[in-house]
């Protein structure tokens, strides 16, 4: 691990493409920061294949107040050592309200999964209530905030 360039893997689920938006804002952030960087959606990730990263990034839009089944299932599918090492964070787009406990939720994920240093996250407002229709996308300062959160995880 050490000497090489830094990987990143961003994974996500989406409905609507907003949880797509943050995770391409996160994606962003590495990159500013000289990671190397993949966007996956949760059914394209091989588990073998997170041996390869330094720093996984998880996305999930928050269905009442928890991630998205797809990802829950992906994280509890995982090998119980399977980020061993690696940094990690969570990030949702919430339409309602509780974006923060959906965080709180896929942080202990995480850490069941061994990550090394799990960030809290962001939760940004996006999408309509119990809807699939697209609603509004998230506002600069929450792409801001997504940015800032893949540049935190390149430091770490």
């Known amino acids: ?3 090489k360039k830094k990987r990143a893997l961003v994974v996500y689920y989406t409905k609507t ?3 797509l938006e943050a995770a ?7 990159r500013e920061s000289r990671v190397e960087v993949d966007i996956k959606t949760v059914d394209q990730v091989d588990p073998s294949d997170l041996e390869s990263y330094h720093i996984i ?3 999930a ?4 107040a928890r991630p998205a089944r ?3 299932r992906f994280l509890k ?11 990690a964070a969570p990030f949702t787009a919430y339409a309602g309200m509780r974006g923060k406990a959906t965080l709180r939720r896929m942080r202990r994920l995480l850490r069941k ?6 960030l809290k996250g962001v939760a940004v407002k996006a999408g309509a209530p119990l809807s699939l229709w697209k609603g509004r996308s998230p506002s600069e300062e929450d792409v801001a905030r997504l940015e800032e959160l893949g540049r935190k995880l390149a430091r770490l």
């Open 1 to 3: 691990m050490f000497g």
């Open 17 to 19: 493409g907003h949880t």
């Open 24 to 30: 391409e804002a996160v994606a962003r952030g590495l």
């Open 57 to 59: 990034a998880v996305g």
């Open 61 to 64: 839009p928050t269905w009442a």
């Open 70 to 72: 797809p990802v829950k």
């Open 77 to 87: 599918g995982l090998d119980k050592k399977a980020l061993k090492g690696k940094a």
């Open 113 to 118: 999964r061994k990550a090394k240093k799990v």
